[in-house]
Structures are given as C-alpha cells and as structure tokens.
C-alpha cells in the first residue's frame, strides 16, 4: 500500500462548479497535511495546509481532514480554467518528510 | 530573500557522465530537501538535511547519488556515470522546522530538467 493515494484523473468539471479532490493515507501517526498545485512543466506550490480534523477554507478553497478515516479532501469552488492542473497531496511522515501521492490532473472547461 | 533556487534549469548529458545540481534554500531556513520527479508521479523523497547534517536518504538513492550542504546553506546533489533512468525533474525544497515550530509545509526551487541521451 502507498503511503498517500491519489486518484489520477482526470477529473473534468465545467466553469463555475466545485472540484471535489480526495487523498487518503496510511500512517495514522500523520499530523500535517499539505495540498500543492503543480502546473505543467512547473514545480509544486504550495495552497492549503490543514492539522486538525474538520474544515479550513481560504477563499474558493477548502481542505477537509478526517484522522479517523485517514482522508483528506480539497473543494474548489467556482472552478475556473486557471484552475486546470495536477493537484498532489501531501503528507508529513516519521515527524521529518514530505510525502507525496501521485497528483490528480484536474481540468476545467469553459 | 527570492525564494528556492536551483542551477542549472535544464541539463542534457550523455549517459555515464557525471553532473552535479545547486540548490540555494531561503536563507532562514533550516531543512533542505531534494526530491525527484518522474512524469505523471508526484515527488519522490530522496534526501534531507538538517543545517549542515545529512539525516535521511531515500533506499531511491543509489550509490551513484551524493548530496553535500558544507556550510549549511546551499546544497548540491551529484550523479555519477549517469543512465537513462536518471531523466527525471529533480527538485530542491527548504522549511522552517523545529521543536514547537509549526510546519507550513516546504518551499520547492523551480528545478532542474535532467535529460540523459
């Protein structure tokens, strides 16, 4: 089992609705959870981070943590092309790295 | 302070030369980080370093990898007698991490393209 797993996509929604993203991982000792965004050819850049179970929003986004199920989640809403990307999910591991899951593309089409 | 920085962005070598990468992290940080990425994969965990000490590497490194922070500061990674397999982007991060300092996560450089032919 991989430490962080991703549905790869992708995932087409149209202009203006909510892109649902979910993560779930395996170390249940994990307190940090991380979205970044990665356009092509880019590197990641970091949007959202989240600690504690329940929502956190900023802006069109909102990360969502459940520790008990192991699940992490990101909502955008009011999808906009400039949204189009892979978005990978991240997770703090033995207290000292980073680790990924593969990204799940996301395209938004106008 | 202009965030990660990595050098070069691009690099083309014949396999079985050696090349060598530089990462310049954000002067306050204290964690500096090297990944690789593969297309289509997210970011592989390679190596970490804490000041000047090296304290984990990934059983992805092969002996033919080395990375270096001499003076805490920036960091370089080298590949040996490169494969074609080493094609990858590989990316530097850095953070701010302590005991009671809360982890906002790592700041990636824009990477270097690494091209074996």
């Known amino acids: 089992q991989k430490e962080v797993e991703q549905n790869s996509g992708p995932l087409s929604v149209p202009e203006g609705a909510i892109a649902s993203l979910n993560c779930t991982y395996s170390?249940?000792?994990?307190?940090?959870f991380f979205w970044y965004r990665q356009y092509s050819g880019k590197s990641p850049e970091l949007i959202m981070f989240i600690y504690s179970n329940g929502d956190k929003e900023d802006g069109r986004f909102t990360a969502q943590l459940n520790k008990a199920s192991q699940y992490v989640s990101l909502l955008i809403r009011d999808s906009q092309p400039s949204d189009s990307a892979t978005y990978l999910c991240?997770?703090?591991?033995?207290?000292?790295?980073?680790?990924f899951g593969a990204g799940t593309i996301l395209r938004v089409k106008s | 302070d202009t965030g990660v920085s990595q050098d070069p962005r691009h690099k083309i070598t014949k396999r079985g030369q050696n090349v060598t990468f530089r990462c310049d992290p954000i002067?306050?940080?204290?964690?500096l980080y090297w990944y690789r990425q593969t297309l289509g994969q997210g970011p592989e965990f390679l190596t970490y370093f804490q000041n000047e000490a090296q304290l984990e590497k990934s059983r992805l490194l092969s002996d033919r990898f080395s990375a270096e922070r001499p003076k805490g500061s920036f960091s370089t990674l080298e590949i040996q007698r490169t494969e074609q397999g080493d094609s990858a982007m590989y990316l530097c991060?850095?953070?701010?991490?302590?005991?009671?300092?809360?982890?906002?996560?790592?700041?990636f450089g824009s990477g270097t393209r690494l091209t074996v032919v």
């Open positions: 991240a997770v703090i591991v033995d207290g000292n790295k980073l680790v």
């Open positions: 991060a850095s953070s701010l991490t302590g005991t009671g300092v809360a982890n906002y996560g790592y700041t």
């Open positions: 002067s306050e940080h204290n964690r």
């Open positions: 170390d249940r000792g994990s307190q940090s």
